[in-house]
């Protein structure tokens, strides 16, 4: 079954001191039957290779804040950048890679020991990185979207979303949001998965 767009709607989101439209795309025919939604900014449809976040839900990060990881902080910079330059978020429901919420608290719960995200989930009993970026692909595919400018830090995606028949003509890097709270878990994305963030030392 082939995804197409199920439902638009107009969203006004804040920015600065004012708000911005945007659309918010629902799908039908995913292939993992998640509600996963794109945000749409301006008019990418008609732009040659959009901006594209691909962005994995991160409750802790996305709504509250959380300083544990830069989930948040990426968001928000998609956002501000789209809002100038008009672009798509694919917001993914794959919370904590892919294990969940409650599995992902718990995740935490073991890193306060000293043990590194990726190890944290295999001692859960999953593997490091669960996410799936089918959907994301099919998204883009119904958007009739099929050359972008992707905003990522993680090679994976690239990678994945090249191989299945995306063009991503340039591969832009989010900020490096650290802080003391978050220096160890960027610093093991670097180093076992090759993200591309500068790690500086913090207060």
């Known amino acids: 079954m082939t995804a197409k767009k199920r439902a638009s709607v107009i969203v006004p989101v804040p920015t600065d001191n004012t708000s911005v439209n945007t659309r918010f795309i629902t799908f039908s025919g995913l292939t993992d039957n998640k509600e996963h939604i794109a945000v749409i900014y301006g008019e990418p449809e008609n732009q040659q290779s959009p901006l594209v976040r691909i962005h994995s839900e991160c409750l802790t990060g996305d709504v509250f804040g959380s300083l544990r ?29 892919g294990i969940g919420l409650y599995n992902k608290i718990d995740a935490y719960v073991l890193q306060d020991k000293g043990i590194d995200t990726y190890e944290a989930n295999s001692m859960l009993g999953f593997d490091h990185d669960l996410r799936d970026f089918t959907p994301a692909i099919e998204m883009l595919k119904a958007l009739n979207i099929s050359s972008i400018r992707l905003l990522t830090n993680n090679p994976l995606k690239t990678k994945e979303l090249t191989e299945a028949g995306i063009a991503v003509t340039e591969c832009i890097n989010t900020g490096a949001y650290v802080n003391k709270f978050n220096t160890n878990y960027l610093k093991a994305k670097v180093e076992q998965k090759q993200h591309k963030i500068k790690i500086q030392k913090t207060d």
């Open 69 to 97: 990881c830069d989930c948040g902080e990426q968001l928000h910079e998609a956002q501000r950048r789209m809002t100038q330059e008009g672009g798509v978020i694919l917001y993914l429901r794959q919370e904590g890679r």
